[in-house]
């Protein structure tokens, strides 16, 4: 069922449950995506740490995808701006070096600037969410 949802383009997370994980099945299962392999019998508070680590990874995930599309669009902004004033201006380069490094202060956020912002809040974001899991995994053990 996994690897039917994977080919249609869905990237569901799975944790597979099973009585008899052997090295064949255990490396199979991993080649198709799933996230953790529990072997029956189990403790329920190991399934419940598995699935709060699933949940991380996930959300980990879709903080990077967010990270990478703000990047894209900070390029983009860039090539555009390039674009449109190096003709004009024959120093452009050292006026946008010069404005990035002054402070915002009272000054409006530009588009530029907030891209900039969000990519800084949501690294911020993905460092937290690291650094607990890594807390969720040492207490696993």
Do not use: W
């Not at 990874?57 to 555009?80: P, S």
């Not at 956020?109 to 650094?131: A, G, N």
Request: aromatic residues 4%.
């Amino acid at each position: 069922m996994l690897a039917t949802l994977q080919a249609l383009g869905n990237e569901i997370p799975a944790i597979l449950l099973s009585g008899n994980i052997d090295k064949d099945s255990a490396i199979a299962a991993n080649n198709r995506g799933f996230f953790r392999l529990i072997e029956k019998p189990f403790e329920p508070s190991h399934v419940e740490i598995c699935v709060r680590e699933l949940l991380q990874e996930a959300k980990i995930r879709r903080i990077r995808d967010e990270i990478r599309v703000q990047v894209h669009r900070l390029t983009e902004i860039y090539q555009a701006m390039r674009l449109v004033l190096e003709d004009r201006l024959p120093n452009f380069q050292e006026i946008l070096d010069e404005t990035l490094m002054e402070s915002t202060g009272q000054h409006e956020t530009h588009r530029f600037e907030k891209v900039i912002l969000d990519i800084e809040s949501r690294l911020d974001d993905l460092l937290k969410l690291e650094r607990s899991t890594e807390r969720l995994r040492r207490s696993r053990h």
